[in-house]
């Protein structure tokens, strides 16, 4: 019992004593403060354009994956697609741009429906609505000299677009 009670105080008194180390005036908090806020300024972000060169990619991968019907692939590319979309709008501060990329999720649902019924002929005009909505938010926001196209050619020679049999 005394053992137990010793073992309590023990406890107690060393989470005292951390505690008044690290209340919010003490020297130590201040200078981990300091440090966490410098951590967080100088942290490396992407830029709105990397996101879409991201984007970009994604989107040319996606046209040759369901041409080919290769619907596991498309899939992929659409979820990594729009999870850059999620990203951008996450960690790019301060560009008013982000408030317009709504405007792309009823194009994004409709080419999920269209690779989930596995029908390159559902496919081909929801990519090209997907494509002049890229277009519409580019015009929107004065980089309408940024044109998005129905690629012609991979963007990469290194992977495989037909379905793996
Ligand atoms: C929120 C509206 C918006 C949507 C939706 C959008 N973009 Fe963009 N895009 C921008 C803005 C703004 C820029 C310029 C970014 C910068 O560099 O500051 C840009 C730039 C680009 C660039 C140029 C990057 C470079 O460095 O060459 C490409 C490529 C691009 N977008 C592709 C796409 C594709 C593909 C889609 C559709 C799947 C798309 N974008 C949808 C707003 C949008």
New binding site residues.
């Given amino acids: 019992m005394g053992k137990t009670y010793f073992t309590i105080f023990g406890v107690v008194a060393i989470i005292a004593a951390f505690s008044s180390c690290f209340h919010s005036g003490s020297k130590e908090y201040l200078s981990l403060k300091n440090r966490l806020d410098s951590l967080e300024s100088n942290a490396y972000t992407p ?3 990397e996101f ?2 991201t ?2 990619i994604h ?1 040319a991968k996606l046209w040759f994956a369901g041409t080919d019907k290769n619907w596991p692939l498309a899939q992929y590319e659409l979820d990594e ?1 729009k999870e850059t979309f999620d990203d951008l709008q996450k960690y790019v501060k301060g ?1 008013p ?2 408030k ?2 709504p ?2 999720d009823p194009a994004l649902k409709d080419l999920g429906q269209a690779i989930e019924s596995k029908d390159v002929n559902r496919f081909k005009p929801a990519y090209i609505t ?2 002049t ?2 277009n519409s ?2 015009l ?2 004065e ?1 309408g000299f ?1 044109v ?1 196209t129905i690629p012609s050619a991979p963007p990469v020679t290194d992977q495989q677009f037909k379905r793996a049999k």
């Fill in positions: 830029g709105f354009g879409m060169n984007i970009e989107h697609m560009r741009e982000v317009e990329i405007m792309i997907l494509t909505t890229c938010c580019h929107a926001t980089h940024n998005i």
